[in-house]
């Protein structure tokens, strides 16, 4: 599969664009949403890629910092930003080298997200997805950045939450990007059937009010690359707002409508069905994204 992916980002078909990757030297950019479910399954493919195709990745890491924190950390002696700054310059991006251990070219380049005491649990998820948006300026001038470098930029691939943030990008500077599905492809594939009139999200919003007697209630049939849904599969409603839908939809459209391709975390044993559906991009299965058990630890609690 990340054959096939390569033969996209070389932007020609056929044998000639498998000769063309092999003498050309790609240099990814990888945009994670800052979350442990979403950095290591890109950490993942990014080795992969690394490994057997030789690429070379500046794997961006975004920390987060809640801007109480960010106060009581600030000293006038240390000259740091006061709480109300926004994300890190362009300017304070901070590099590190490749770890000489893992023999991979995976360089690090790190942004800070300054973000605002949540208020809730669903306020904490919303400043986070929207939060990250912001950081769009900071990551074109890193781009920038690494288009000087050797080997130079040949492409993005962002998580498809952060879409927002790096797609224009990719466009404007005629990177082809790979977006990254962290999950199921199910769960993506259900946004995918709202968006083309499957079901309505006024239907959603009926149920979700009396979700927990209602989990066991068929919720939509015949839905092409999916089971039969019942209530209790539909994504959790956080606030009340139902701001993880309209999210994902727009971040899900604007992919489906300009990204070079899809990649999952998935494979085609577990979600033949799913993966079959057409997505408008390209889309491919490269999981699972995990990394092995080794040989001597244990599966034993009681033993650890």
Do not use: W
């Amino acid at each position: 599969m990340l054959r096939r992916i390569l033969i996209y980002l070389g932007g020609k078909g056929g044998r000639q664009a498998m000769e063309d990757t092999k003498c050309r030297q790609h240099h990814a950019l990888a945009v994670p949403l800052p979350g442990q479910g979403h950095i290591n399954p890109l950490m993942r493919l990014c080795k992969r890629l690394a490994a057997e195709h030789d690429f070379t990745i500046t794997f961006l890491d975004i920390h987060r910092h809640h801007e109480e924190a960010a106060a009581a950390e600030s000293s006038p002696a240390a000259h740091q930003e006061p709480s109300s700054a926004p994300a890190a310059a362009a300017h304070d991006v901070e590099f590190s080298p490749p770890d000489p251990a893992q023999k991979l070219d995976i360089r690090r380049a790190r942004l800070s997200l300054y973000l605002p005491p949540p208020s809730s649990p669903a306020a904490r998820l919303e400043g986070l997805f929207e939060g990250v948006q912001t950081l769009a300026p900071q990551i074109e001038q890193l781009l920038l950045r690494l288009q000087q470098q050797h080997p130079p930029i040949t492409c993005l691939i962002s998580d498809l939450f952060v879409t927002a943030a790096t797609q224009h990008l990719a466009d404007k500077l005629q990177l082809p990007r790979v977006a990254l599905i962290p999950c199921s492809h199910s769960i993506i594939l259900h946004f995918h059937h709202l968006l083309e009139g499957g079901f309505s999200l006024e239907e959603v919003m009926k149920v979700s009010i009396q979700r927990e007697l209602l989990r066991e209630n068929v919720f939509k049939e015949g839905l092409q690359g999916l089971p039969t849904l019942k209530v209790d599969d539909l994504m959790e409603n956080f606030g009340g707002d139902f701001f993880m839908y309209t999210f994902t939809c727009k971040a899900l459209e604007e992919t489906k409508n300009k990204a070079h391709a899809f990649v999952v975390n998935s494979f085609e044993e577990i979600e033949g069905n799913a993966l079959k559906v057409n997505m408008k991009a390209p889309l491919y299965a490269v999981g699972p994204l995990v990394e092995p058990l080794e040989k001597e630890a244990s599966t034993s609690l009681l033993e650890e």
